[in-house]
Nanobody, 124 residues
Framework: QEQLVESGGGSAQAGGSLRLACTAK???????MAWFRQAPGKERQRVAT???????TYADSVKGRFTISVDNTKDTLYLQMNALRPDDTDMYHC???????????????????YGQGTQVAVSS
């Protein structure tokens, strides 16, 4: 069974940085990968996406602060988070959908694989 394993979460002060990683067994040549975040009792939010072409998208709340990237040689997805704010506190999950031409056609429920998540806590 496919497994996505996130790492890199932890605690940071406002204004600080964290780098999340998500390692897959195999990403593939055509894919969409994403980072989501969700706190208890809140809706899941799509934070950022990246597709095999290199195109990326970001939620308005993280634009200019977060950067999504992928290293195909390591089958690893990253999320560099800078200028962290307390409202970035959440559980962050990565997701993978293979065999797609664009993330624009991948709804949240369409991702075949989700990771267990890594907790990020930002204090003021």
């Amino acid at each position: 069974q496919e497994q996505l394993v996130e790492s890199g979460g932890g605690s940071a002060q406002a204004g600080g940085s964290l780098r999340l990683a998500c390692t897959a067994k195999y990403i593939g040549r055509r894919f969409c990968m994403a980072w989501f975040r969700q706190a208890p009792g809140k809706e899941r939010q799509r934070v950022a996406t990246i597709e095999h072409s290199g195109n990326t998208t970001y939620a308005d709340s993280v634009k200019g602060r977060f950067t999504i990237s992928v290293d195909n040689t390591k089958d690893t997805l990253y999320l560099q988070m800078n200028a962290l704010r307390p409202d970035d506190t959440d559980m962050y999950h990565c997701a993978l959908e293979r065999g797609v031409s664009t993330c624009a056609r991948v709804g949240d429920a369409d991702f075949a694989f989700y990771g267990q998540g890594t907790q990020v806590a930002v204090s003021s």
